[in-house]
């Protein structure tokens, strides 16, 4: 089994401008998740959520190589030093293997990146309309991929969420409907 998540996007993004870090040491422009110590590289501030997925197929992390790109030091501004590219490879007592890369580029202002999840003849990757399995068992050469490639019945449901300061959009599972194939089941409940 293969994991692996890519995200290229800015610095500058995720931030989190409600929590009052230049009140207790942090940053002053609140931009906590730029600053290196306070969220503990990208890697572990927002990849934390594509490792909870590798952990669902996975299970039990068995070791991990990690390396980075530091920031230059005329690079940094309001306190944001994250590395320019940090990446991590895991692997997992199901013999399985992630990785993980993410940069985080000052004044790149479009994001980009994947998530798929490969096994022997099967996989699943998450795309605009939400996760797409490809499967085919069959004499190769295998048909087009058109016809192996089909939507596994969780669509993303869309919603505005609106603030004093701004609109953002938020993606949320819906949940799994009865008789679901189980691969596909997420191991929490769902909102």
């Known amino acids: 089994m293969l994991m692996s998540a890519t995200s290229h996007g800015t610095l500058e993004s995720h931030s989190v401008k409600h929590t009052h870090t230049e009140e207790?040491?942090?940053?002053a422009n609140r931009v906590w998740t730029a600053n290196m110590a306070w969220s503990g590289t990208v890697i572990v501030e927002a990849g934390i959520h594509?490792?909870?997925?590798?952990?669902?197929?996975?299970?039990?992390?068995?070791?991990?190589?990690?390396a980075y790109v530091?920031?230059?030091?005329?690079?940094?501004?309001?306190?944001?030093d994250n590395p320019y590219v940090c990446s991590a490879t895991f692997g997992f007592e199901n013999g399985g293997i992630a990785t993980l890369m993410y940069s985080k580029l000052r004044r790149v202002f479009h994001h980009d990146g994947h998530e798929i999840v490969l096994w022997d003849h099967d996989h699943i990757k998450w795309e605009s309309e939400g996760p797409v399995a490809y499967y085919y068992d069959g004499p190769y050469p295998p048909p087009m991929l058109r016809q192996i490639r089909s939507g596994c019945g969780i669509p993303f449901?869309?919603?505005?969420?609106?603030?004093?300061?701004?609109?953002?959009?938020?993606?949320?599972f819906t949940p799994l409907p009865p008789g679901t194939d189980p691969r596909f089941a997420v191991p929490f409940p769902m909102p």
Request: hydrophobic share 30%.
């Open 70 to 80: 530091p920031r230059a030091a005329d690079d940094i501004e309001n306190g944001g």
């Open 24 to 27: 207790t040491g942090g940053p």
């Open 50 to 66: 594509p490792l909870d997925r590798f952990r669902y197929w996975g299970g039990d992390i068995a070791w991990v190589q990690a």
């Open 157 to 172: 449901r869309v919603q505005r969420l609106r603030s004093r300061r701004r609109t953002s959009t938020r993606r949320f």
